[in-house]
Antibody
Framework: EVQLVESGEDLVQPGGSLKLSCAAS????????IQWVRQAPGKGPECVSY????????LYADSVNGRFTVSRDNSKNTLYLQMGSLRAEDTAVYYC???????????WGQGTQVTVSS | EIVMTQSPATLSVSPGERATLSCRAS??????LAWYQQKPGQAPRLLIY???SRATGILARFSGSGSGTEFTLTISSLQSEDFAVYYC?????????FGQGTKVEIK
């Protein structure tokens, strides 16, 4: 069974940093590209980063480019999102999601809450 | 960035009735369009990919159609478990973008 489990939930002050993790199981992790997707309260989802299976091709949304860094450790079947210079508008539930061979998101984690507030 | 626009924002439907949800892309996305269902407190769940292909385990009452810029999700006979928010997403270009959602509520 494919499983993605996010962790790292926290309340952070504006300007602060936080690192999220996503532990994967039930599939060959290194064979799949993965995305981080966030969803602010009452809003539609927003794709914030994409990382290829090998980790050598990375994309970011403009809203986080230069502040967030995505990485993965295929030996640990784990994805990371290092978040810096956090702003109130980064407050959201953050999901990791597996990218299918066709490009759509076929499996999602349960999400982890990030709150940026003073 | 491709903007995805869903309509209506809210759809009130009686159980057993048909629901038709629309999604429009600001430029062509070909057939690179997915639909997701989200219930409160849960992650989105893939329903449809490639504009019209049902994901694994999705029942036949869910169907998708369209290509280019105009897409439709149809739920043929709404069941109680179908009342949720539905999102379309294009995966033609980066950044992948979602619509703002259509909430299907009980009439």
């Amino acid at each position: 069974e494919v499983q993605l489990v996010e962790s790292g939930e926290d309340l952070v002050q504006p300007g602060g940093s936080l690192k999220l993790s996503c532990a994967a199981s039930g599939f060959t992790f290194s064979n799949y590209n993965i995305q981080w997707v966030r969803q602010a309260p009452g809003k539609g989802p927003e794709c914030v980063s994409y990382i290829s299976g090998s980790g050598d091709y990375i994309l970011y949304a403009d809203s986080v480019n230069g502040r967030f860094t995505v990485s993965r450790d295929n030996s640990k079947n784990t994805l990371y999102l290092q978040m810096g210079s956090l702003r109130a508008e980064d407050t959201a539930v953050y999901y990791c999601a597996r990218v299918s061979g066709g490009g759509y998101l076929d499996y999602w984690g349960q999400g982890t809450q990030v709150t940026v507030s003073s | 960035e491709i903007v995805m626009t869903q309509s209506p924002a809210t759809l009130s439907v009686s159980p057993g009735e048909r629901a038709t949800l629309s999604c429009r892309a600001s430029q062509s996305v070909g057939s690179n369009l997915a639909w997701y269902q989200q219930k409160p407190g849960q992650a989105p769940r893939l329903l449809i990919y490639g504009a019209s292909s049902r994901a694994t385990g999705i029942l036949a009452r869910f169907s998708g159609s369209g290509s280019g810029t105009e897409f439709t999700l149809t739920i043929s006979s709404l069941q109680s478990e179908d009342f949720a928010v539905y999102y379309c997403q294009q995966y033609h270009n980066w950044p992948r973008t979602f619509g703002q959602g259509t909430k299907v509520e009980i009439k």
